[in-house]
């Protein structure tokens, strides 16, 4: 029997763990608190820890783990930027989902999208209040408009697809260009100028924290409609909050949210909100603000589950192989001695 200290736990998330645990020895304790420092210790007795994007793995809590005897930390989602994977590195392995549906994630940034341009969330309210005026609403075509992508990974690539669709000339930046891609490549510098919509589907990484800020900002067009499904980090919420007051950003659609640790995936609606920042950005008329949603169809749900239990496995099952292992080297190839499928220590 393998047991999992299955932290932030959700409704929505244990349907589908229960079912393909239960077909292997793998027993989750779902614990409804993230892990940090001060949880950590829920984790005694587990072989495993499952952790999703809010749960905070620094080297503290790695320390701590490691003392418990965990053997892995299995992510629940592809983005690994709350775990110190360096900290981990000879003592826990980390393993992570790659994809479970980077369509549900392109998808729901379209709708956003549509959703913003075509002042879909403001005529749902004024009809349900038999409101029929028109003023207010007018939006822009997609067909003709240039959409700059910043990462053209697995989401990126099929938002790119999904754009081309609409007739919207379509610029990237990846800082990995994909070769042979058929894939327009500018700079940063040009991809801000030149966009009329910005979407961003690269990581968070020390290089790109606040990669959207006041420099950038000022360099982009008056009216650019911003899209952010990929992590909070990647924009300076203050610099876009100043951007929208000054009219020069015509909206934005964030699906995440710097500080969004201990506000999303709850029910805060009977508090007063602490964080003025996203209050102020929730109060404007141009931004839609979805809770990390973007990954949450069934499909994904149960690829999520059906991926971490087959990484858990393949640590006990399989000698020397570890299913979807991260480590710090990840984001450096040329250090990686790794052979594929191997365990990297
Ligand atoms: P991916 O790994 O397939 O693609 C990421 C792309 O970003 C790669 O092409 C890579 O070369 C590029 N990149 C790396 N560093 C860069 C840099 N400094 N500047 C520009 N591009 C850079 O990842 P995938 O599956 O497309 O996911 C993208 C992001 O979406 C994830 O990192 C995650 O943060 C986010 N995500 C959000 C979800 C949500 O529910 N909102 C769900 C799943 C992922």
Known sequence: MINVAFFDAKPYDMPSFEHYGSLHDIRFKYLETKLNEDTVDLAKGCDVVCVFVNDTVNAAVVEKLHEYGIKMIALRSAGYNNVDVKACFGKIHVVHVPAYSPYAVAEHAIALLLTSVRRIHKAYNRTREFNFSLSGLTGFDFHGKTVGVVGTGKIGRIFIDICRGFGMKVIAYDRFPAKDSGIDYVSLEALWAASDIISLHCPLTDETRHMINAGAIEQMKKGVVI?????????????????????????????????????????????????????????????????????????????????????????????????????????????????RKQRCF
């Open 227 to 339: 899209v952010n499904t990929s992590r909070g980090g990647l924009i300076d919420a203050e610099a876009l909050l100043e951007g929208i007051k000054a009219r020069k950003i015509g909206a934005a659609c964030l699906d995440v949210y710097e500080e969004e640790a201990d506000i999303f995936f709850e029910d805060h609606s009977g508090h007063i909100m602490d964080d003025e920042l996203l209050s102020r950005l929730i109060s404007m008329p141009n931004v839609i603000v979805t809770s990390h949603q973007a990954f949450l169809t069934e499909e994904a749900l149960g690829n999520i589950a059906e991926t971490t239990v087959n990484n858990i496995l393949s640590y006990y099952n399989n000698d020397g192989i570890c299913d979807h292992e991260l480590c710090y080297r990840c984001g450096n190839i040329e250090q990686c001695k790794k052979d």
